[in-house]
């Protein structure tokens, strides 16, 4: 004899995140994630918490597929520009998390059939409804993005499925016999001695009995209706918690014959059993992805912050190319204040920076403006930038100040980690160091961090290094000649200007150019009158006005 047959429905696997055959490589937690503060940024970004690890997988995974990035990118630009699809979407989402959750419990062994059968009828029943939903929003949408595009299609195949169309007509069916079940009419026969001997089912109700009635009610016979069936006193309640449900013998029978009840309706699901919702509510963490990148833009272009798509560079290329880039912490930390633009640039002309300028003069704000850029753009989002080209970088390696451990002195434990990053880097590697061997004497640390970007250099990295080290720009001449490479030195200031009173005050102005802190002290010291030709001609002209002694 022929088995039954099943139903299956044509609904591949799709992402909105990587195109067919790509995935993401799985990596432990990058320790830049730490150095550019992303967990406040995925905080600020996320817009439920469930989203939160899902959110931070995708943006440390570091893709450097051009392909991968260009993707995400399309399917961002056409959210932006659809803001009926994106509504619609934020409305599917509960349902989409629903459906998720849900596939974990089907199936699960402990379950009685009644409550499988039950979740099943309301997994498919979700399931055409958000199908037909997401379709109608695509349907309505003008579409660039290849993924948008794909996933509009196999909906609409997957709509257009006989197997879909029947289980959709016939779902109200299977589901009425369950919707009818509100209550049981039991019947308990007694013996002589008016012990219970058994107990026999008189009926299946579509209603619900009522509370029981009143003293009052019971004396003066007074009913609803004739048909009221008004239980005169509560013999048992369930539980509240499912599990202690099974402690009772009474509610152990009623579940078996309930689940007898339902049985010719578990059986009609049989043949809907490869009916999978799964590549559907996969794509949930996905969606929320977006829609957050979506709702973090909107926010920001509602502030008049200018944004942009990078354009994707070969990863060969090595460069790095923003113009009016700015620091996204500093966006979401203070709202009312938009911070100075600086541009970045690294390609052949020069790959590592060496960063001067004063305390809390934006170097640190530099440093992770360019890192973070990386991230996003990676990430297929938008950065902070008035425009941007770049190209990908396959690791981002940071060295920021760090308290010393009790195994390890400071300048021990900074030696290791630079050491680390000098040996996993490749020419494709993005590097960031703060004050690193800020803990040793000026002298040390400048022979020490000579040869470590000596190191960058014959690796080829793209670098800044943000320094007090002043003799390191000046010794950028000297660094060329001692190793070949393909990452050239060049000096990048933090700016200040003299304010009336001759105090130095930080422009937060990043650019090329020599280290200017002798300059800056001299102008200071002359603004104060504490320059030596300063106190040499004051001393002079105090001596000459000063009156004679006698004795000359």
Not at 373 to 386: D, K, M, S, T, Y
Request: charged share 20%; net charge neutral; proline share 6%.
């Amino acid at each position: 004899m022929k088995g039954r047959s099943r139903s299956s429905l044509d609904f591949p696997p799709l992402s909105l995140l990587f195109p067919q055959g790509k995935r993401a490589a799985s990596i432990a937690e990058p320790d830049w994630l730490r150095d550019l503060r992303l967990d406040d940024l995925i905080g600020a970004f996320a817009t439920e918490p469930r989203y939160v690890a899902f959110i931070r997988q995708t943006l440390t995974a570091l893709t450097a597929d051009a392909e991968v990035i260009t993707w995400r990118q399309a399917v961002l630009r056409d959210l932006l520009a659809n803001t009926a699809l994106t509504q619609t979407i934020a409305q599917l989402l509960p349902r989409l998390a629903e459906l998720r959750q849900g596939r974990t419990l089907l199936g699960q062994r402990q379950r009685p059939p009644l409550l499988e059968t039950a979740d099943r009828l309301a997994e498919l029943d979700l399931f055409i409804n958000t199908v037909e939903a997401l379709h109608d929003a695509l349907q309505r949408s003008t579409l660039q993005a290849e993924a948008l595009m794909a996933l509009r299609a196999h909906l609409a195949r997957l709509i257009a499925d006989p197997n879909f169309t029947a289980l959709r007509e016939e779902l109200p069916n299977l589901q009425r016999p369950l919707q009818k079940l509100a209550s049981l009419t039991i019947g308990v026969n007694l013996d002589a001695q008016l012990q219970p001997i058994a107990a026999v089912l008189l009926s299946i109700n579509e209603q619900p009995f009522g509370e029981p009635r009143s003293l009052l009610t019971r004396l003066i016979g007074q009913r609803a209706d004739s048909n009221d069936e008004s239980p005169i006193a509560p013999l048992h309640s369930l539980p509240q918690e499912r599990q202690f449900r099974l402690l009772s013998p009474l509610f152990q029978d009623l579940e078996r014959l309930v689940s007898s009840v339902v049985q010719p309706v578990a059986r009609s699901l049989g043949k809907y059993v490869r009916i999978s919702t799964a590549p559907l509510s996969n794509l949930e963490q996905e969606l929320a992805f977006y829609l957050s990148a979506v709702n973090l833009v909107q926010r920001l272009r509602e502030r008049g912050i200018a944004l942009c798509l990078p354009q994707a560079l070969p990863v060969e290329a090595r460069q790095t190319h923003i113009e009016g880039l700015v620091n996204l912490h500093l966006l979401l930390k203070q709202p009312q204040v938009i911070p100075v633009p600086n541009d970045a640039h690294f390609d052949d002309q020069g790959r590592i920076a060496i960063l001067t300028g004063p305390n809390s003069g934006g170097k640190t704000t530099y440093l992770q403006a360019v890192g973070l850029a990386h991230v996003l753009f990676q990430a297929g989002l938008p950065i902070p930038a008035r425009s941007a080209q770049l190209s990908p970088v396959d690791a981002i390696y940071t060295h920021f100040p760090a308290l010393e451990t009790q195994q390890q002195g400071r300048l021990a434990e900074e030696a290791a980690r630079l050491r680390h990053i000098c040996l996993r880097a490749t020419a494709h590697s993005l590097v960031l160091l703060n004050e690193s061997l800020s803990s040793t004497v000026a002298s040390e640390a400048v022979y020490l961090a000579q040869d470590v970007l000596c190191g960058l250099r014959a690796i080829g990295v793209r670098a800044i290094y943000a320094t007090h080290l002043l003799d390191l720009a000046e010794r950028i001449p000297e660094m060329h000649q001692t190793v070949q490479g393909e990452s050239a030195l060049f000096s990048l200031v933090a700016g200040v200007r003299l304010n009336a009173d001759g105090e130095a005050q930080p422009t937060f102005q990043i650019a090329p150019g020599r280290p200017h802190g002798r300059g800056y002290a001299r102008e200071i010291a002359q603004r104060h009158g504490i320059s030596l030709e300063q106190i040499l001609a004051a001393r002079a002209d105090l001596h000459a006005s000063a009156p004679r002694s006698a004795a000359d």
